[in-house]
């Protein structure tokens, strides 16, 4: 597993735990650069700190998976994962609905050095929306 891999690693098992604080620093440089999060948080650190603390808050098992992690020697690293966890506070606005959610995303981190510079992040935000109550279930055709 590269350096970079290994720092991955290592940060989403804190996250897991529920140590944002330390997920971020361990992951992300100061000036970091976010994309693809919602308009409510900057794009910077600490607007990302903010995110992941109100998801933690709204869904206090939130569990990222790494399905698949690949970096190359251009110093970029991609992810997809899967988050899973149990809708238990508000989040983002949504009062809890205990549903279990599960969706999936990809993620592409660049590196300086040995910390995350610039992420770009997608999740499937429509399964996300629909399971914690936020917008209706699409119709069965």
């Not at 607007?47 to 808050?57: E, K, W």
């Not at 206090?60 to 899967?82: H, Q, Y």
């Not at 770009?120 to 109550?133: C, E, K």
Request: hydrophobic fraction near 45%.
């Amino acid at each position: 597993m590269s350096d970079h891999a290994t720092t991955i690693t290592t940060a989403v098992q804190l996250l897991n735990s529920g140590d944002v604080d330390g997920y971020i620093t361990t992951l992300y440089a100061p000036d970091a650069v976010f994309h693809g999060f919602p308009p409510a948080f900057a794009p910077d650190r600490e607007g990302i700190a903010g995110f992941f603390r109100a998801l933690r808050a709204g869904v206090p098992d939130a569990t990222i998976a790494a399905e698949d992690l690949f970096t190359d020697d251009r110093n970029r690293a991609a992810v997809r994962f899967t988050l899973s966890g149990t809708h238990t506070g508000e989040l983002f606005g949504v009062p809890a609905a205990g549903a279990h959610i599960e969706a999936e995303g990809i993620t592409i981190l660049r590196f300086s050095g040995d910390r995350v510079v610039e992420r770009w992040n997608r999740l499937d935000d429509i399964a996300f929306l629909t399971q914690i109550g936020a917008m209706p279930a699409a119709a069965e055709v």
